[in-house]
Structure formats: C-alpha cells, structure tokens
C-alpha cells in the first residue's frame, strides 16, 4: 500500500492502481477475508478508479470495503489477543473508515443526480460518525482513568 500510496500522491493514478490491485492480492492471500485492512485497499482502489474517472468501478469498490468493514465488527477473529484490549480503538477506528466510505458513496450517488441515495449513504456516515464520537468519549475517558492510576 505505501508505493501504491506514493504513486497515488504524485497524482500517477494508473501506477498506483496497479500497485493497490498487487497489495490487495497479497493481503486476500495472507489476511483473512474480513479484515479491515483489506477493507483499507479496497477503498483506495476506490478513491483511485474515481480520479481515472471509472465511476462504476470506484463505486465498487466502495461497496466491497464497506461490506468488509462491516463483517470486521461481527467477527473479531481476526482481532490478535495481544490486542483484545484494545477494543475501543478498533471500534473507533472501524466506525471512522465507514462513515468515510460512505460519505464517498454518497458524494459519487450526489454527483449523479441520484439525490435520495445520496442522502441515504449521507445519513449512515453521520450514524457511523456519532458511534465513532462515542468510542472517542469512551476512549478518553479509558486514558484518563489509567493516568489517575499511575499517579
């Protein structure tokens, strides 16, 4: 993902889809099907087809990262032990990179007229947007609570 990403913010979009469809063979091969960082490729796949223009092929990819990230918060398997404890960052972090994808989604409906679509996948991202505002609160005060502690 890095060279693709590097390739990507030099503006070298074919490059860097090329490099992101390498990167995400590589992670279907090692990862398993429903972890978030295969989810993470896909929307980059996404981001990268909607500035060659490929609508339809962003808007796919959109969907199948989002469908990942989804199926990530009904199996946590794919969760190591080392990091069990780390639940509210991963919920955080999961609620984070749906409501950006659908945000995408919905801009990508908006800018095909398709308005009530559009307002849909807007009003899922605000949803997503407010669970990740409650695992930040949750968060925080987890923090605060250790500081107290070590004090």
């Not at 090329?18 to 981001?47: V, Y």
């Amino acid at each position: 993902d890095s060279l693709a990403r590097a390739y990507y913010d030099r503006e070298d979009y074919d490059n860097a889809y090329r490099h992101f469809k390498d990167a995400l063979l590589m992670k279907r091969k090692t990862l398993q099907k429903h972890h978030p960082s295969i989810a993470d490729t896909l929307r980059s796949l996404g981001e990268t087809k909607k500035k060659l223009n490929d609508i339809k092929q962003s808007e796919k990819y959109y969907i199948d990262a989002l469908s990942v990230y989804r199926r990530a918060f009904e199996e946590r398997n794919w969760i190591s032990p080392k990091v069990q404890d780390s639940k509210n960052q991963i919920d955080y972090d999961l609620h984070q990179m749906m409501s950006r994808v659908l945000v995408h989604l919905g801009t990508i409906n908006y800018e095909q007229e398709d308005y009530k679509t559009a307002l849909n996948y807007y009003e899922d991202a605000r949803r997503e947007a407010k669970m990740s505002a409650i695992d930040a609160v949750v968060l925080d005060r987890n923090y605060k609570n250790q500081e107290t502690k070590q004090v």
